[in-house]
């Protein structure tokens, strides 16, 4: 008979898993900075460490913030972080502008979609 002993002091490794959210507002005009809220939040069961929240968003339209870190985020746990972004003057009335916002850390990784109007 084989018996499996576990010390009190192991407990399996838990995974963490990354929610995000974004806020901002629904128009921005030509040559203003629009701020948009990304907020993480860790939906798993272990801490993660060293988030990075990086925006993409079309060079035509605007300038690419940069990269925000977080350096440890604990399980249910959740932090907001605005990102800048300046809206060129040149950018065209009525155009659309999408930012695509990730929050990555090692091989854990979310996405999400702003769409926000150009006046």
């Given at each position: 008979?084989?018996?499996?002993?576990?010390?009190s002091d192991y407990w399996p490794p838990g995974k963490?898993?990354?929610?995000?959210k974004l806020r901002s507002a629904g128009k921005v005009?030509?040559?203003?900075?629009?701020?948009?809220?990304?907020?993480?939040?860790?939906?798993?069961?272990?801490?993660?460490?060293?988030?990075?929240?990086?925006?993409?968003?079309?060079?035509?339209?605007?300038?690419?913030?940069?990269?925000?870190?977080?350096?440890?985020?604990?399980?249910?746990?959740?932090?907001?972080?605005?990102?800048?972004?300046?809206?060129?003057?040149?950018?065209?009335?009525?155009?659309?502008?999408?930012?695509?916002?990730?929050?990555?850390?090692?091989?854990?990784?979310?996405?999400?979609?702003?769409?926000?109007?150009?006046?």
């Amino acid at each position: 008979m084989i018996q499996t002993h576990f010390s009190s002091d192991y407990w399996p490794p838990g995974k963490p898993k990354l929610t995000l959210k974004l806020r901002s507002a629904g128009k921005v005009k030509r040559g203003k900075i629009l701020v948009v809220k990304a907020t993480v939040k860790n939906i798993g069961t272990a801490a993660v460490k060293s988030v990075k929240i990086k925006a993409k968003v079309p060079k035509k339209l605007a300038k690419t913030p940069k990269v925000t870190k977080v350096n440890s985020l604990a399980p249910g746990k959740s932090v907001t972080r605005k990102l800048k972004i300046k809206v060129k003057r040149s950018a065209k009335k009525g155009k659309k502008l999408k930012v695509k916002v990730a929050a990555t850390s090692g091989s854990v990784k979310r996405t999400a979609v702003r769409t926000v109007k150009v006046r």
